[in-house]
């Protein structure tokens, strides 16, 4: 398990982590969101080990991670500017992951770069960024750590390859329990794989929540009232947010989904309808009751 403790960082006068609390669960797909400036990187910086936050700790299984070799062991880091060694190739830097992580599996990474069509002896200079971005990821699925850390991973990567890597990720989770730690500034890009999913803005986590709690309390209801139907009597549903387009209503409440059903049958509407929504939508509703519009914040 990782755990962020009261994390603050600043460089000269920009407060780029404030305070931050977060625990990332191992098993789970834990999404960090937020514009560029949030602090996503210096987040991941700190867990990394490459940055020391000025107060509060990084913990990774009850471990200080800044200059401890046993923790860092743990995780693979996938930043946003790749670095790597000039002139090198493919094969080269599978030696050289190979030297620093003793569970490293050289046949493991041969395949997953065949199969993305990279080529081994091929100089890395010569590869677009996507490219660069698929070894990244194919050295740190072969290094056999239990953490991934991701800054932006999926930026450069053509749809059919983000959906790859998605399962890719998905794959040694369940054969060997890995936990991706994703951060990334377009919450659309996690929609369908994030368990759990932390808003960051202005160096301070803004909400985070499992998908699935978010997905079981909030729900987006389509309906028609006839026309003398009076309106006060919507004041028995927790309404977050109400929007209407000719008579059509669409409606996002708080609260269960059986008790929302009953309420709405009460009201006998001409039609009534309870949808699923997406996490983009439980976003916009979340972050609206606290004074925020997510559209402005992450898209």
């Known amino acids: 398990m990782i755990e962020a ?3 603050s960082k600043s460089f000269e006068d920009i407060k780029a982590l404030d305070s931050i609390s977060a625990t990332i669960r191992d098993g789970n797909v834990f999404g960090l969101i ?4 949030a602090g996503k990187s210096t987040f991941l910086k700190i867990l990394a080990g490459i940055l020391k936050p000025e107060s509060g700790e990084m913990l990774i299984d009850n471990e200080s991670v800044f200059e401890n070799i046993n923790a860092k062991e743990k995780f693979f880091y996938i930043s946003d500017e790749q670095y790597f060694f000039a ?11 190979s030297s620093v992580y003793k569970n490293f599996d050289t046949l493991k990474c041969e395949k997953l770069l065949a199969a993305l069509d990279l080529g081994i002896n091929r100089k890395i200079n010569t590869f677009s960024k996507g490219m660069k971005k698929q070894l990244c990821i194919a050295l740190g699925v072969a290094s056999n750590t239990k953490y991934l850390l991701c800054d932006e991973t999926f930026d450069g990567l053509d749809p059919v390859m983000r959906q790859a890597v998605k399962s890719l990720f998905a794959k040694e989770m369940d054969e060997r329990g ?11 890009e996690l929609e369908d794989i994030c368990d759990h999913v932390g808003l960051l803005h202005k160096g301070g986590i803004l909400l985070s929540k499992d998908v699935s709690d978010m997905k079981l309390n909030i729900h987006k209801i389509q309906c028609v009232f006839e026309t003398d139907f009076d309106m006060d009597r919507l004041k028995s549903l927790d309404i977050m947010q109400m929007k209407k387009s000719g008579r059509v209503y669409t409606i996002t409440v708080k609260g269960e989904e059986e008790e929302i059903r009953a309420k709405m049958e009460e009201f006998h509407p001409v039609f009534f309808e ?11 509703s979340e972050t609206e009751v606290y004074g925020y519009d997510i559209k402005k914040l992450i898209f």
Request: proline share 2%.
């Open 87 to 97: 002139n090198t190739n493919a094969k080269e830097m599978m030696k050289f992951y």
């Open 5 to 7: 403790k009261n994390l």
């Open 34 to 37: 937020g514009t560029n400036g």
């Open 178 to 188: 890995l936990t991706p730690i994703i951060a990334s500034h377009n919450l659309r």
């Open 274 to 284: 309870i949808m699923d929504l997406s996490l983009e939508e439980i976003f916009i």
